[in-house]
């Protein structure tokens, strides 16, 4: 980069005090969160992202150091948004994978679930894949998700996409393939878990941490920017 191009003194100064100034909002919404998924967590640390990728540009521009700050690169990023700046419908794709850890423990539990509904005679619960459907068939995702232990499961990665339609689709029209038109450009919105991501923090990490740590990673795109941002927050209490 040429000497005229180079970012002023001031303008890196004015990055880092952007930083700060970030990293006490995030801290405060941290503070005063309502729950695990609040909003306003979210948004702080979108600020806090944005703001330590520009003082970690200018500072390597001008002074060619660079921060600790990882900023995931733009081979992991979606592209950008072209859907609808007013969704007329929205559909919200799931994914959750566990691992089946105990299965004398799912079994007993399908079991007694088909002892409660009175179903004499059936076996359904006699094998893995049997208890599996008597489990999902008896509760919502959500409460397995919060119960998975209870069940024999262990959480493996899980994500969450909002995409945004033009007009509602009729009814059965996906039914039959539900996830094979998903267009990565109509995203509004994603939620990513996966324990890959301690990966990264183990050597920031101290020793006495807890060694299950997950980190939820958050995926917000803005409409106003030209790339969107993949955020991957350090703060993990679950």
């Known amino acids: 980069m040429s000497d005229a191009a180079q970012p002023t003194a001031a303008e890196v100064r004015a990055a880092a ?9 995030h801290l405060a919404a941290v503070e005063r969160r309502s729950g ?9 640390f979108n600020e806090l992202a944005v703001a330590a990728e520009a003082y970690d540009e200018l500072l390597y521009d001008r002074h ?3 921060t600790p700050f990882e900023i995931p690169g733009a081979e992991d990023a979606l592209p950008p948004y072209t ?15 566990y691992a089946v850890v105990e299965p004398q423990r799912l079994l007993a539990h399908a079991q007694r679930i088909e002892a409660a509904d009175d179903e004499e005679g059936s ?23 919060s119960r998975h232990k209870e069940f024999g499961l262990e959480e493996g990665d899980s994500t969450l996409w909002v995409t945004a339609s033009d007009e509602p689709a009729e009814p059965g029209e996906w039914l039959a393939a539900p996830f094979e038109q998903v267009d990565p450009a109509r995203v509004v919105c994603r939620f990513d878990v996966s324990a890959v991501f301690d990966e990264d923090l183990d050597d920031d990490l101290d020793d006495d941490r807890d060694d299950d740590l997950e980190v939820r990673q958050v995926r917000i795109l803005d409409e106003d920017e030209d790339e969107d ?3 991957e927050p350090l703060d993990a209490d679950r």
Not at 17 to 25: C, G, M, Q, S
Not at 36 to 44: H, I, R, S
């Open 17 to 25: 005090e952007a930083v700060k100034t970030a990293l006490d909002r």
């Open 36 to 44: 695990e998924d609040d909003p306003a967590v979210y948004e702080a």
């Open 64 to 66: 060619d150091e660079v």
């Open 83 to 97: 859907g609808p700046e007013e969704p007329n419908a929205l559909s919200v794709l799931i994914r959750r994978d």
């Open 123 to 145: 076996d359904a619960s006699d094998t893995v894949h049997g208890a599996l459907g008597v489990l999902f068939g008896e509760y919502e995702p959500d409460e397995i998700a």
């Open 229 to 231: 941002e993949d955020l």
